[in-house]
């Protein structure tokens, strides 16, 4: 990714402020996202990992700085130009984040009810192809979440993410809660999609395996801004407590030594 110039930002952040009654989260926050990378953002407890994604995509107001997405001022963009922009990402919440009361396939279709005068049999026909294209089998669609497994559920998640064919996709945690095999699993399928997609992905996780398996770049959350980007590698020469630690630990060695084996 090094040979990226600035006309393959995709995403621009500047001068990110959130806040919580007394406590900042953020503070004059800057990250830039290229077009076509998986970027995973990690940081420790509490520095606003997943309120950062929410404010890319305007689920949380920051209290100051800009947020610039496929050219467009999210904050100051009006309705039409904001609905115009949303159709262009995915977002995978935590846990796939479906309704309930819905089937996989009537959530994958959720998205593309916002579509005028598209037909219920084509949109039924896009969401089978969605669900196929995330590695569930031909009878998911028929069935509820709570029939699903947490892995499946996911899967689920990530087909709703990619209803509308979009251009970014973020995935908030997409292996919490998995099982090694699992998780692995949904990695290579994360790598898969954005290859052949051509996808940007915006992945927030605090997976090493996943970062070590999945990302181009990792962007590390600490002292309330973006402390650095950069590659695995560049990772392992920082000079941070907190960095150090993450990326040099037990957990990161054995991350490192199970991709190594399985490359």
Known sequence: MNDKTTDDVIISVRGLRNQFGSHVVHENLDLDVLRGEIIGVVGGSGTGKSVLLRSIVGLQKPIDGTVTVLGIDVRG????????????????FQDGALFSSLTVRENVEVPMRAIEGLDP??????????????????????????????????????????????????????????????????????VGLSRSLGLTVFLVTHDLDTLHATCDRIAVLAERRVLVTGTMQHML???????????????????????????
């Open 77 to 92: 963009a009006d309705e039409d130009t904001r609905a115009a922009l949303e159709a262009r990402w995915g977002v995978m």
């Open 121 to 190: 049999v084509i949109r039924s026909k896009i969401a089978d192809l969605k669900i196929s294209m995330v590695g569930l089998p031909y009878n998911a669609g028929d069935k509820y979440p709570s029939e699903l497994s947490g892995g499946m559920r996911k899967r689920a998640g990530l087909a709703r993410a990619l209803a509308l064919d979009p251009e970014i996709v973020f995935l908030d945690e997409p292996t919490a809660g998995l099982d090694p095999i699992g998780a692995s699993a949904f990695d290579a399928l994360i």
């Open 237 to 263: 020469d920082v000079d941070h407590p907190w960095v150090h630690e993450y990326f040099h630990g037990p957990r990161a060695r054995a991350a490192s030594d199970g991709n190594r084996n399985n490359t």
